[in-house]
T-cell receptor, first 116, second 114 residues
């Protein structure tokens, strides 16, 4: 199983809503990541978890709150988002914190988020 | 920090070879990757090359690395319409405190003409 599964695939939320994005992998990877991708742009790193501990936070606003309940799951809690936060949110995992390791990082299909 | 550059567009005829180029700035980069992204989808890891290699071949894909010039290329032989997508070059870079991250190029949109 080389899949990273993200739910939901699409999400529309108001600026006062609270929602969560979920990510799951069963490859035994110990590093998991959240990326944000705007249209026609490359992915931008948001957070890195290594062995269930947050190791990198790329100065992301506090309205995005990551959580890693166990080594297979990664959540991104959203609260009081702005319309400019609308984007594709990608989860990835890799064997180590190298956002690559030897085999590279495996990405999920993403959650298309629209903030209205 | 690392800077990764790619041309934005490439158009080829079906059956021809496609060559997508990438340049990077950090000579200490150890792993270099190619990802494919189809519309509305996530990134699919296509292949990678370690910095002590010059070439890697995997079926229709050939990766060439010129470490001296910091130039990476992806050749797709016998390009098919299903190869139409955006291709991202990504370089593993050291981000301090014993950790690394991927730095992506802006992506090359490959259009295959039937």
């Amino acid at each position: 199983d080389t899949e990273v599964t993200q739910t939901p695939k699409h999400l529309v939320m108001g600026m006062t809503n609270k929602k969560s994005l979920k990510c799951e992998q069963h490859m035994g990877h110990r590093a998991m990541y959240w990326y944000k991708q705007k249209a026609k742009k490359p992915p931008e790193l948001m957070f890195v978890y290594s062995y269930e501990k947050l190791s990198i936070n790329e100065s992301v606003p506090s309205r995005f709150s990551p959580e890693c309940p166990n080594s297979s799951l990664l959540n991104l809690h959203l609260h009081a988002l702005q319309p400019e936060d609308s984007a594709l949110y990608l989860c990835a995992s890799s064997q180590d914190e190298g956002t690559g390791g030897v085999d590279g990082a495996f990405f999920g299909q993403g959650t298309r988020l629209t903030v209205v | 920090g690392e800077d990764v550059e790619q041309s934005l567009f490439l158009s080829v005829r079906e059956g021809d070879s496609s060559v997508i180029n990438c340049t990077y700035t950090d000579s200490s980069s150890t792993y270099l990757y190619w990802y494919k992204q189809e519309p509305g989808a996530g990134l699919q890891l296509l292949t990678y090359i370690f910095s002590n290699m010059d070439m890697k071949q995997d079926q229709r894909l050939t990766v060439l690395l010129n470490k001296k010039d910091k130039h990476l290329s992806l050749r797709i032989a016998d390009t098919q319409t299903g190869d139409s997508a955006i291709y991202f070059c990504a370089v593993r870079t050291f981000s301090g405190a014993g950790s690394y991250q991927l730095t992506f190029g802006k992506g090359t949109k490959l259009s295959v003409i039937p």
